[in-house]
């Protein structure tokens, strides 16, 4: 089983409380605001600063009659006292004010809260109120929703992820939902990269855009003091604490020398200011920490809360372990990975032994007498350089009525995964694999994912088939599903499909090629993915045309050297058309699979739903729009994909614009999920937005994504090959929950890492400049995207040499006048007007720390930009479609 240190914490229903306490500091009262600690009288009853809460009973009462409202809290991470969570009715989210409201519920956690009086709402300014949930969120596109598109032509490719996740919510959002296949996007990447590690909690350049904050959307909708007063609430009860407990930080003795606690504990201050400041007991502490506390002033721990008592302010802990020096690659990592609860310990002797034993394992006889054979066709993958988990594989076969018979073959994981076996228990338990920029953290041992099930060339392997017959025109007149074989005739990288693609006369040499089987030729497979090219160009055409939705993202990837493992450049990912052709056939079979599934257990089918966007938001985006001149239709998907792609042009400053409306409309969305169709009654709801379809799942990345498995299973139930599901849809439901909370979790830790990767960047080889466009305009502030690295960032007035700084609303449209001081005194000083869109020169900084950077402006009329060009090449192995 896994580490207990490492693995997700996540508790049975109805338990709001701490595990079991330490023996902690009597009398402790000191507020985390305080600059000392007050050492209370400890006789006596003490003084509860949070509210006892409710009963189960009340709670389960209170929900029915709706005078309670749960959800998943969010807290805001620049402005750590705002708390939200979403309003039932897709409306603005409810605000909880402060940490006493939040009653000791961490981010993520799914609470119980009761609404305030209304005489107790809280008015929120119109220019820190952007949406007010917005800032809190962590964000995270559905990976239907999203394609990487480029602002500049990149190297060489590396892997591309089709699921996006558009989610609406800000900087800071989870959501996984704006539907897309794509990698990391704009939304996405942009918001990512600017979340800064260390300071989440304060109010700084490098921290994460918030969504109330950088959201010009909220400044210009609000002007009425009764658009202000926001719903306001108290959390009364913790239902699940999904947030894991862990924090990183840095240890410091307490202010108080002369009190009794400065003899028994230190104080643990977590980097991500949402979380709490924490009693440590000094016994867990470094021998030498009392002596000579600066010796540990930069080194990493983790903590993590055993007990939240109602008469404190600070929670209390044990220190886990010391990871290392902050600002470094790998201990940071490490503390991104236990923040989140994911789980990277080696897999038990129990999980091991569930593997094949004898070594090299061969497919037994009689699976060949179960499977169609299809060893003799020309399969093959098309992958990520680098990738190493290959789950599917395709086939493209001419038939003599000029129509085509095409498969998508997908590893058989579920043969080598038992159900209910310690393997099955620690795949369900970490649901996903996830991945880093340096490394993947997989969900299934090695062994399984890159040998045993991954579709390495020229050798036999058990898949589960999609196969249908095609016309050119990609529609679809027949369809069969069933377990095969397959062997592989070779491995081709999204390069040599694309080169491929664009050479489609042209005989491609060998040497340009990886090895192919010599049962086929480099011809036979040239042909295949023309085939397959051609009719993924009219698949797509007409998924667009019925109405779905893509919202492109930026994705960044990195060159890392291969001694040090540090960044040495960067490009933005290029999502072509070799991209684009797996993701077409990807959605196909992902959408086949939900209607088999769900035709054959309409109660157990797990598929997977993206809800329409919040409405509040989306109408204020539709305001803002509009004040800007933007023909923009938000009526449906289809219209909005249709106004984002006609709006635009295709020169370099018309794509930023694009760029920066889509990270606007991505706003809104919500995040796709998984769930069980037994548990919604209503059909409607089983939709998914942005592809614009009813039914869809998740088939076609079992190595990767526990929910495929559970699919995989589902499928062989349906076809006969295994017993019909006896498992209740309310535990799907469940296994639903955690596969949601924990592909959020590793979307959050892949933004993190890419963000600590750049920040390491900006350090070892900044500054770094570039042209960057205005996405928001504050009083003091402004947010841009910056363009050759899609990073997302706050220039501050304060940190730019100026004169003055002028805010005011050109009718609905925030504008800021910057008046610098002239380098000379004889020189007039300029001014610069900025505003949404407005082409700007950035410089990206280090700070005091490796996760730490800043943005300034460029004086006007300095010389050019820099054009340091990194190297490129990718140092991701993760190819995360959103099939």
């Known amino acids: 089983m896994s580490h207990p240190d490492y693995r997700l914490n996540v508790r049975p229903l109805g338990t709001p409380r701490g595990v079991s306490p330490l023996v902690g500091p009597h009398g402790v009262d000191a507020s985390p605001g305080d600059k000392k600690s007050k050492n209370r009288n400890t006789r006596g009853k003490k003084k509860s600063i949070f509210e006892t809460y409710m009963s189960r009973e009340d709670v389960s009462e209170g929900l029915k009659r709706g005078t309670l409202i749960q959800g998943v809290l969010r807290i805001n991470p620049k402005k750590f006292h705002e708390g939200f969570i979403p309003s039932p009715d897709g409306d603005r989210d409810i605000f909880i004010d ?50 990487s598109h480029l602002l500049q032509q990149p190297p060489k490719g590396c892997n591309d992820s089709p699921d996006v996740i558009i989610e609406a919510q800000f900087e800071d959002s989870d959501s996984e939902d704006g539907h897309g296949n794509t990698p990391n996007s704009l939304v996405d990447g942009v918001k990512k990269l600017s979340v800064c590690i260390h300071e989440k909690g304060k109010e700084d350049a490098g921290a994460p855009v918030t969504k109330d904050e950088n959201t010009v959307v909220s400044q210009d909708t609000r002007a009425s003091p009764e658009k202000s007063l926001q719903t306001s609430a108290k959390v009364v009860y913790i239902l699940e604490k999904k947030h894991s407990r862990a924090a990183t930080g840095f240890l410091k003795l307490l202010a108080d020398k002369n009190s009794e606690l400065f003899r028994k504990y230190a104080l643990f201050s977590p980097s991500d200011h949402r979380v709490p400041r924490i009693y440590v007991p000094l016994k867990d502490c470094p021998q030498d920490f009392v002596t000579r506390p600066k010796d540990y002033a930069n080194t990493l721990f983790i903590c993590r ?46 999980v091991l032994e569930c593997l094949p034993q004898g070594l090299p394992w061969t497919i037994p006889p009689e699976e060949f007498r179960k499977r169609r054979d299809l060893r003799k066709d020309c399969v093959f993958t098309i992958d990520p350089s680098t990738a190493r988990d290959l789950d599917d594989a395709l086939s493209c076969k001419s038939l003599a009525d000029g129509n085509f018979e095409v498969g998508v073959h997908i590893a058989d994981v579920s043969y080598f995964v038992p159900e209910g076996s310690h393997l099955d228990k620690v795949a369900a338990e970490r649901a996903t694999s996830v991945y880093l920029v340096q490394k993947v953290v997989p969900m299934l041992p090695r062994l399984l994912c890159e040998e045993l099930c991954s579709l390495n060339p020229m050798t036999d392997k058990l898949t589960f088939s999609v196969i249908w017959t095609l016309t050119p025109e990609g529609k679809i007149l027949s369809e069969w599903f069933g377990r095969t074989v397959i062997r592989s005739c070779t491995k081709l990288s999204y390069e040599h499909a694309q080169s491929m ?123 803002f729009c509009d004040q800007l001149g933007l023909p923009m239709d938000f009526s449906s998907a289809g219209a909005l994909n249709k106004s984002l792609t006609e709006t635009f042009g295709d020169d370099k400053y018309s794509l930023a614009r694009k760029e920066v409306l889509t990270n606007m409309c991505s706003r809104p969305m919500q995040m796709a999920v998984y769930f069980c169709a037994g548990t919604l009654r209503d059909p409607a709801q089983f939709r998914h937005y942005a592809l614009n379809v009813p039914l869809y799942t998740h088939f076609t990345s079992p190595i990767r994504r526990f929910a495929d498995v559970v699919v995989h299973r589902l499928l062989a139930a349906a076809l006969g090959y ?64 910056v363009l050759r690295y899609g990073v997302q960032k706050r220039v501050y007035c304060n940190a730019l040499p100026l004169r003055s700084h002028h805010f005011q609303k050109v009718g609905k449209k925030p504008e800021l006048t910057l008046v610098w001081e002239p380098k000379d005194l004889e020189q007039e000083p300029v001014q610069q007007v900025v505003t949404i869109f407005s082409l700007v020169e950035v410089v990206l900084r280090a700070e005091a720390t490796a996760l730490k950077y800043s943005a300034i402006l460029k004086r006007p009329g300095t010389e050019g930009l820099l054009d340091p060009q990194g190297k490129q090449g990718c140092g991701d192995h993760s190819d995360q479609r959103e099939d």
């Not at 940490?99 to 929120?124: H, M, S, T, Y």
């Not at 089987?517 to 397959?532: D, Q, T, W, Y």
């Not at 797996?582 to 797990?606: C, D, Q, S, Y």
């Open 98 to 147: 402060g940490v006493v409201a939040r009653n000791r519920a961490l981010n993520g956690d799914l609470v119980v809260v009761k609404l305030l009086p209304e005489e107790q709402w809280k008015v929120i300014k119109p220019e820190s109120n952007d949406k007010e949930t917005e800032g809190a969120y962590e964000s995270d596109l559905p990976e239907e929703l999203c394609g």
């Open 305 to 350: 809360i055993v007990d939240w008592r109602e008469d404190s302010n600070f929670a209390l802990g044990q220190l886990a372990k010391s990871l290392g020096q902050a600002g470094e690659i790998e201990p940071e990592t490490e503390g991104i990975l236990t923040e989140y609860g994911v789980d990277f310990s080696d897999f038990s002797s129990e």
């Open 501 to 623: 693609i664009e050479s489609p006369t042209r005989k491609i040499p060998e040497k340009e090629l990886p090895p192919i089987a010599p049962e086929h030729s480099g011809e036979e497979v040239h042909r295949a993915v023309l085939s397959l090219h051609r009719i993924a160009k009219e698949l797509r055409k007409q998924r667009f045309m019925d109405g779905a939705l893509r919202l492109d993202q930026l994705k960044l990837a990195f060159t890392l050297d291969h001694e040090t493992g540090l960044p040495q450049g960067c490009h933005i990912y290029e999502y072509r058309d070799s991209n684009k052709l797996v993701e077409e056939f990807m959605l196909l079979a992902n959408m086949a699979v939900a209607h088999k599934i769900h035709r054959a257990f309409p109660e157990r089918a797990l598929l997977r739903r993206h809800p329409p966007p919040q409405t509040k938001m989306l109408n204020d985006l539709m305001e």
């Open 722 to 785: 295994r017993e019909p599901p006896d498992t209740e849809p309310d535990a799907l439901q469940k296994q639903a929950d955690h596969c949601n909370d924990r592909r959020m979790a590793s979307k959050r830790v892949q933004e993190l890492s890419t963000g600590l990767f750049f920040a390491v960047l900006v350090k070892e080889s900044g500054p770094l400049e570039s042209e960057a466009m205005v996405l928001g305009v504050l009083n003091q502030a402004f947010d841009v995207l």
